[in-house]
């Protein structure tokens, strides 16, 4: 009984920043780690990142180590995913992701989804 519902994609040059949101509704309490996946044209769905519910521990894929950073305010049920020195082969639909257990932050197992924000960054 949790929806999560993303914003903030978009189209940006190579190089460019961007910031997208995922707003959780319903039974906010239950979630702990929250993370972002992507799924680029012709690839599997991707991990990206993961937060936990208390704000101290992330985990990020190699690829994008130094540029994105992931941030969560709890008080808005919002997840944030800052997105710097952007490039084309980050151009996917990115997902936000919940949990309603404590788990390690690189396990990839998650209960509840949002249907997916565009980001396309252009050459």
């Known amino acids: 009984q949790v929806q999560l519902v993303e914003s903030g994609g978009g189209l940006v040059q190579a190089g460019g920043s961007l910031r997208i949101s995922c707003k959780a509704s319903?039974?906010?309490?239950?979630?702990?780690?929250m993370g972002w996946f992507r799924q680029a044209p012709g690839k599997e769905r991707e991990f990206v990142a993961t937060?936990?519910?208390?704000?101290?521990?992330?985990y990020y894929t190699d690829s994008v180590k130094g540029r994105f950073t992931i941030s969560r305010d709890n008080a808005k049920n919002t997840v944030y995913l800052q997105m710097n020195s952007l490039k084309p082969e980050d151009t996917a639909v990115y997902y936000c992701?919940?949990?309603?257990?404590?788990?390690?932050?690189?396990?990839?197992?998650?209960?509840?989804w949002g249907q997916g924000t565009q980001v396309t960054v252009s050459s």
């Open positions: 937060i936990s519910r208390n704000r101290i521990s992330t």
């Open positions: 319903g039974l906010t309490g239950s979630i702990y780690d």
């Open positions: 992701a919940a949990r309603n257990t404590a788990r390690n932050l690189a396990s990839q197992h998650y209960d509840y």
